[in-house]
């Protein structure tokens, strides 16, 4: 990924919610593939690995992701990971040059 194309981000919510009331609090996770291992299915790898342990063993009920339209390679890596796209955010996301819309993409436990 080019550093323009901005990071994506993994949210994890954990079944029941949590904090006040139920209310949400999102964790998030930024993820970069050295230019040398990029290609080499070093990503899904380790998103198939992180989303087994959220949904199975940790008890998420429901992860997001999101990343910048720009960003080609993380949309493709969501989507071989059983991500499903949700939709855009519109100018959701302020980077170094200028507001970007922001894919949604989610799984939650029982997906295939």
């Known amino acids: 990924m080019r550093p323009r194309d901005g990071p994506s981000r993994l949210v994890a919510v954990p079944a029941g919610g949590v904090g006040e009331g139920g209310a949400l609090v999102p964790a998030g996770r930024g993820v970069r593939v050295l ?21 199975d063993e940790a008890g998420f009920h429901r992860l997001e992701l999101a990343h910048s339209v720009r960003n080609v390679a993380s949309c493709r890596v969501a989507t071989k990971s059983g991500f499903a796209l949700e939709g855009t955010r519109r100018s959701a996301h302020l980077q170094m040059d200028g507001r970007h819309d922001m894919h949604l993409h989610a ?5 295939a």
């Open 35 to 55: 230019p040398t291992a990029r290609g080499t299915g070093v990503a899904p790898r380790a998103l198939a690995t992180l989303t087994a342990w959220a949904l």
């Open 107 to 111: 799984r939650v436990q029982g997906d």
